[in-house]
C-alpha cells in the first residue's frame, strides 16, 4: 500500500469540509458552481472546486480563476507532487490508486498542476478526485497544449474561469477494482470576461485524440453540465478567434 506523506493528512484537516462556501465560490464564474443533471458533491480546494460523481468514482467537473499574475507565479513555481486518494471522500466512495494500475489509462489531471501557483495548492491537483482515465498520447499530447494554450490566452486577457470535465458519449467501460469510468472524451470551457466570451474544447480520449471546438449547447447536452450558468446569456458569446487560438 502507498504511503501519504507526512503533511497531507494534516492539510486536507484544514481544507473546506464537503460543502459550500465563500471561499469556494471564488472559483466560480458569477460566484455559481456549474449546473449539473446528474448529483455531485461539492469539493473545495485551494485553488480549484471538483463536482465529484461517486457514481463515476471521478469528478464531472473541475472548476478554476486564473489570472495572468497567478499563472506567472505558476510558471515559476518548480516541483509537482504524488498522486494520492482524496481522503475527503469515504473509502466506498473514492477511486485509489490500484484502480489506476497496469490498467492502460494515464492519470489525466481536469486542473492542471501547471496552473497552480503554491506547492500546497499543487498538490492538491493530484488527488484522484481531480483525475481521470485519460489516454497517455492525448494527455502528453494534444491535451497539453490546449492546457498551455490557456495559459497564454489568460496572460493577454488577464482573467478566466476555466471548467473542465469527461464525457461519456460512447462507452468505454471502467478501470480498477472501484470501476472508475472511463470517458470518451474530455473537455474544458473557457470563460473570458474582458471579452464576454466562451469557448468549448472536447478532445476526444481514443485514437485519432482529435480536438474540436463545440457550442456551449452542445457541452450541455451531451454532459448535462452548463458551466457557467450565472453568467448572462449576453456575456457568453461564441468567439471563433478564441476557438482557434485554444486549439491544439
Known sequence: MNRLPLWLPVLLAFLTPISASAACSDHFAAQSQPSSSREVVL????SFA??????????????????ADSITQAEALEGRADFQEDLRLPLEDRSELMDYKR?????????????IS????RAETFLLSNIVPQAARLNSGAWNHLEANVRKIVKRSREAYVVTGPAFRAPLGTIGP????????????VYLPS?????VIVCKNT????CNAVSQASLERVTGIDPFPNVPL???NRNAVLDRTLLP
Do not use: F
Not at 195 to 199: C, E, I, L, T, Y
Open 234 to 236: 449576453s456575456d457568453k
Open 43 to 46: 469539493l473545495c480546494s485551494l
Open 50 to 67: 471538483t463536482g465529484y460523481s461517486v457514481q463515476a468514482k471521478e469528478a464531472a467537473w473541475s472548476a478554476e480563476h486564473l489570472t
Open 178 to 189: 472501484d470501476h472508475v469510468r472511463i470517458p470518451s472524451s474530455l473537455w474544458k470551457a
Open 103 to 115: 490498467s492502460g489509462w494515464s492519470r489525466g489531471h481536469l486542473t492542471p498542476s501547471g496552473d
Open 118 to 121: 503554491t506547492k500546497n495548492a
Open 195 to 199: 471579452k464576454k466570451s466562451v469557448s
Open 207 to 210: 485514437t485519432p485524440y482529435r
